[in-house]
C-alpha cells in the first residue's frame, strides 16, 4: 500500500484495534523541522484510553475543544500531546485531572461522524511529560520535556521476552472472540520489537491505569515484563471462562436452565476461592493481627484444623466457622488508653449530674489510684437508688470522664443462665452469652458496662443468672470468666462493671459481697430545681422543637410543680411535667396563639390539672392519727397510721394489708401500754373496755417492717387520751416490749420524703444520730430532729398535752 487513500480504516480499525504506522507506509506524516521547533503544544485529554509511540489509532472527540483543537491542528500541521484523564467520569477536566506523561502525536485525518462527533486518525510519535500548564482556554496548551525510551542490554533476553509476547497474544486473540482477525494479521507482520511491544500495550485488555503505567516506564525491558505479567493475568481469565461456558454447557438443556446458572456461579465460586481453603486462609489473616497469649493461640489452631477437616455442605461447617469468626472479632488484650485528666473528669460528671457527691467521689478516687499505679483490677460498682435518680446515665458520664467505650447491659427479666455464660456451641443457634457479645461490640477489653437493673433477674428453668454474674463480678475470678460458647477464659479484670438496683432485697447476699454499694438517695426540692434549670426544660424543649426562648419557668413555679404536682424521689415526674408544658407551649406556637412565655403558677395549675393538697393538718388534726416514715423501693415515703376506740372487750383489730412485723408491733405497742397505763395516764377501764382498730389507709398496698413501731404506740395512746399529735410531725423507729426505741435504717430517704411532704419535725432513735449526721445538712434545714431512747419520750414529744 502506497496511497493514504487505499487504507480501509472500516475494516482495521472498525472494534477499535490500532496498527502500527510503519505498516501502512504513512510516510508523508512524520516529524518535519516546523515541528522540532515547536515549543507550545495543544494537549487533548483522552478517556480510557491511552497511547503509546509509533502506533495509529482512531480517537473520537465529542467535546467543543476537542474538535476546536483537532481542527487547528490539522490545520497548522502541529504536534499535539494526548494525555488520559485519570478520572474518565469528569466530563470538563482540568489539568489535575490528568496524568502527567502522555504521547506525542500527528493527526493523519479528520472524519466527521454523522452524530456530530469527530474521529481523528492519530499517529503516536514520542513520549513526553508536562513541564507547565500555559492556558487552559480555548482548549488546553503545555510546555512539556520529551522522554526517549531507554533500551536493554540484554538484547538475547530482551528479544526471547517479545517472542513470548507475540506468541501470548496469538494465544489470547485465539480465544477471545471479540478481538477481530486483523490483530493477528498485524502481529503475525511486525517484526521490530519496539512496535510489537506499543502495539500489544495500545490494544492489549488491561486497564487504562496500567497502560499508563506502562507508558511512564522508560525502560523498554522492564516495560514488556510488566506487560507480559498482565497479558498472563488476561489469558488465565479467558481460560477460566472457557472452561465455565465448555463445563456449563455440556450440562444444557431445555429443562436445564436454572440448573446451568446455579452451576455455573457454583464453578465461578469454586474458581475464586469461595470453598473452605480461601475460609481458613481469611480466618488466619485476620488472626495475624491479633495480639494473643500462646494458650489462645494453640486452641485457634487447633479449631481452625478441625474445620479445615469438615465438609463444607455440613451443618457442623457453619457452626465452626461462626465460632471462629467471634473468636477472631473479639478484643484480646486490646484496651482503650485511660485519661488521667482529674480535673476534667470531675468538669465532665459535674456537668452531667446535679448532686451524686458520693459517687463522683469514688470514681475520681478510683481514677487517681489509676494514674498513680498504672495498673489496677476495676471496681464492682453497685448503684442503690429510687428510679430517675439518673443511675444509669452516671455510667455513661464515668466512660466519658474515663476515655473508655460504653456499654450498657439490660438484666431486667433476665431468667436464663445462658444469657450470662452463653449456649455450647453444638446447640442450633448457640451464641455467646451478654457479656462477650459487649466486649465484642465494645471492640476493647476494659470497657465501662453498666449492668442495669441487676435487682430485677429472675430465676427460670435454665439457671440462675444471678449466680452466673458471681464469677463475672468476682475481682479474684474473672480474669479468666468461662464462657461456654468461647470454650476457654476470657479476661473481664480490666471491665470496669457498674450495676444499678433500686433494692438490695431481691439480690443474692454473694452476688452483694463481691460489689461495692454506693447509695444514691432522692433529690431535695433544691436539687431538683437546679437539675430542671440546667437539664431538664433545655431537654424539652428541644424534643418539642421549641427554641431556649419560647417559655420560662421561674424557681417559684418549680417549686409549686415539685410540691404541688409531683411526688417522687428522682425527676422523671418532674420531667414529664414539664414536658406537658412543652407540649402545650407547641401547640400554642403551632396555633398562633398569643400567649406569655414565663409561665406563671396559675397558668402551670391550669396546664397539668388540680394541685393535691400541701398541708398534712387536715389529715392529722384528729387525735389517733399519725405521721409515719416509710421505705420503699422508689424511695422514701410518708404514711398515715390511724386508731379509733369503740365499745368492746378491750379486742385489737389491725387492718391495711399489713405483714407480720408490722401487726407484730402493734400488739407490742398495746401491750407496753396496757403494762405502763399508768405512767401513760391511760386508765385500766378504758383499756379492758375499748375495742382498738388500727389502721393503715392505702390497703392496695402491702406494708411491712418494724419501723411503724413508735407511729402505732403514738397512735393508740392519743386515741386513749383523746388528744390530737402536733401537725407536721412525723416519725419512725422500732420498739421493744420494754419501751425501748431502736433504730431503723433508710434514713436518708425518709427524712427527704419527709422535707417533700411539709414535714417540720421529726422523732428518730438516738442510735440513727450517725446516719443524720452523713447527710447533707443543707437537705435538713427545714427539719428539726427529735432523738429518743424510750417511748415515754415520743409520747412527751408527740402527743398534744
Not at 404536682?565 to 422523671?572: D, K, L, Q
Not at 434514713?747 to 452523713?774: F, H, P, S, T, W
Request: proline share 4%; hydrophobic share 35%; with cysteine.
Amino acid at each position: 500500500m502506497t496511497e493514504f487513500e487505499d487504507i480501509n480504516f472500516d475494516e482495521i480499525m472498525g472494534d477499535g484495534f490500532s496498527i502500527v504506522a510503519e505498516e501502512i507506509n504513512l510516510n508523508d506524516f512524520t516529524e518535519t523541522a516546523e515541528n522540532k521547533e515547536q515549543k507550545i503544544f495543544p494537549i487533548l485529554p483522552v478517556r480510557n484510553m491511552v497511547m503509546f509511540p509509533k502506533v495509529v489509532i482512531p480517537i473520537t472527540a465529542g467535546r467543543e475543544m476537542s474538535i476546536k483543537l483537532l481542527e487547528e491542528a490539522q490545520q497548522k500541521g502541529e504536534f499535539i500531546g494526548i494525555l488520559s484523564q485519570n478520572n474518565s467520569s469528569v466530563e470538563q477536566p482540568t489539568s489535575k485531572d490528568m496524568y502527567q506523561v502522555g504521547t506525542l502525536a500527528k493527526i493523519i485525518k479528520i472524519i466527521k461522524l454523522p452524530d456530530g462527533n469527530t474521529t481523528a486518525i492519530t499517529k503516536g510519535f514520542q513520549r513526553f511529560k508536562i513541564k507547565t500548564f500555559t492556558s487552559a482556554k480555548p482548549y488546553f496548551k503545555a510546555e512539556i520535556t520529551k522522554l526517549k525510551d531507554v533500551s536493554t542490554k540484554k538484547t538475547e533476553e530482551y528479544n526471547a521476552l517479545l517472542e513470548n509476547i507475540k506468541d501470548l497474544a496469538l494465544k489470547i486473540i485465539q480465544l477471545d472472540p471479540n478481538i477481530p482477525n486483523a490483530a493477528n494479521y498485524a502481529i503475525k507482520n511486525l517484526n521490530d520489537n519496539e512496535d510489537l511491544l506499543n502495539f500489544v500495550c495500545t490494544n492489549a485488555n488491561f486497564a487504562a491505569a496500567d497502560k499508563q503505567k506502562l507508558l511512564e516506564e522508560k525502560s523498554l525491558m522492564i516495560r514488556a515484563e510488566k506487560c507480559y505479567e498482565l497479558m498472563h493475568n488476561d489469558f488465565r481469565k479467558l481460560e477460566l471462562r472457557n472452561q465455565i461456558h465448555q463445563k456449563t454447557n455440556k450440562e444444557l438443556d431445555k429443562n436445564q436452565r436454572e440448573y446451568f446458572l446455579n452451576q455455573q456461579m457454583k464453578t465461578i465460586q469454586e474458581e475464586l476461592g469461595g470453598g473452605p481453603d480461601s475460609d481458613v486462609e481469611e480466618l488466619q489473616e485476620k488472626a495475624k493481627s491479633i495480639q494473643w497469649s500462646e494458650e489462645v493461640d494453640a486452641h485457634f489452631k487447633k479449631e481452625i484444623n478441625r474445620l479445615q477437616r469438615q465438609n463444607p455442605n455440613s451443618p457442623d461447617y457453619n457452626v465452626q466457622r461462626n465460632y471462629l469468626d467471634f473468636f477472631t472479632d473479639l478484643p484480646w488484650q486490646k484496651y482503650s488508653k485511660d485519661i488521667f485528666d482529674i480535673v476534667k473528669a470531675e468538669r465532665i460528671l459535674d456537668k452531667a449530674h446535679f448532686g451524686l457527691e458520693d459517687i463522683k467521689k469514688r470514681i475520681l478516687e478510683h481514677m487517681a489510684v489509676l494514674k498513680l499505679k498504672n495498673n489496677m483490677k476495676s471496681p464492682i460498682l453497685c448503684l442503690v437508688g429510687p428510679p430517675g435518680v439518673g443511675k444509669t446515665s452516671l455510667g455513661k458520664s464515668v466512660a466519658d470522664s474515663l476515655g473508655r467505650k460504653y456499654i450498657r447491659v439490660s438484666l431486667g427479666g433476665l431468667h436464663d443462665e445462658s444469657e450470662i455464660r452463653g449456649h455450647r456451641k453444638t446447640y442450633i443457634g448457640a451464641m455467646a452469652g451478654r457479656i462477650l457479645q459487649s466486649i465484642k461490640k465494645a471492640g476493647t477489653s476494659n470497657p465501662v458496662i453498666v449492668l442495669d437493673e441487676i435487682d430485677k433477674i429472675g430465676q427460670g428453668v435454665h439457671g440462675d443468672p444471678s449466680s452466673a454474674l458471681l464469677e463475672v463480678l468476682d475481682p479474684e475470678q474473672n480474669y479468666s470468666f468461662y464462657d461456654n460458647f468461647l470454650e476457654m477464659g476470657y479476661d473481664l479484670s480490666k471491665v470496669m462493671f457498674i450495676a444499678t438496683a433500686n433494692s438490695l432485697s431481691t439480690i443474692q447476699r454473694p452476688l452483694l459481697d463481691r460489689m461495692e454499694i454506693i447509695e444514691i438517695a432522692g433529690y431535695t426540692l433544691e436539687e431538683k430545681v437546679e437539675i430542671a434549670k440546667r437539664h431538664l426544660i433545655k431537654k424539652q424543649q428541644e424534643e418539642n422543637g421549641l427554641d431556649s426562648k419560647s417559655f420560662k419557668l421561674g424557681n417559684a413555679e418549680l417549686k409549686h410543680i415539685i410540691d404541688a404536682h409531683t411526688s417522687e424521689s428522682g425527676v422523671r415526674g418532674l420531667e414529664k411535667r414539664i414536658a406537658s408544658i412543652a407540649r402545650w407551649v407547641a401547640l400554642q406556637t403551632a396555633t398562633e396563639k398569643a400567649f406569655d412565655p414565663k409561665i406563671s403558677i396559675d397558668k402551670v395549675d391550669e396546664i397539668l390539672g388540680v394541685p393535691r393538697p400541701k398541708s398534712l393538718s387536715e389529715i392529722t388534726g384528729v387525735p389517733g392519727v399519725v405521721t409515719g416514715l416509710a421505705w420503699t423501693q422508689v424511695g422514701g415515703d410518708i404514711l398515715f397510721i390511724e386508731s379509733i376506740l369503740s365499745e368492746g372487750k378491750g379486742n385489737l383489730t389491725m387492718t391495711g394489708n399489713l405483714g407480720t412485723v408490722m401487726k407484730e408491733s402493734a400488739t407490742i405497742a398495746l401491750e407496753y401500754i396496757k403494762a405502763k397505763h399508768v405512767e401513760l395516764g391511760i386508765s385500766s377501764e378504758d383499756i379492758q373496755k375499748k375495742n382498738i382498730h388500727v389502721h393503715v389507709p392505702e390497703g392496695a398496698t402491702p406494708k411491712d417492717g418494724p419501723s411503724a413501731g413508735i407511729a402505732m404506740l403514738t397512735s393508740i395512746v392519743s386515741s386513749f387520751r383523746n388528744k390530737k399529735v402536733k401537725p407536721h410531725l412525723a416519725m419512725t423507729g422500732e420498739i421493744t416490749l420494754r419501751g425501748k426505741v431502736l433504730p431503723v435504717g433508710g434514713i436518708k430517704e425518709k427524712l427527704l420524703a419527709a422535707a417533700r411532704a411539709g414535714i417540720k419535725e421529726i422523732i428518730l432513735c438516738d442510735a440513727n444520730r450517725k446516719d443524720v449526721q452523713e447527710i447533707k445538712q443543707d437537705y435538713l434545714k427545714n427539719l428539726k430532729i427529735n432523738y429518743v431512747s424510750r417511748m415515754s419520750e415520743v409520747v412527751d414529744l408527740a402527743v398534744e398535752k
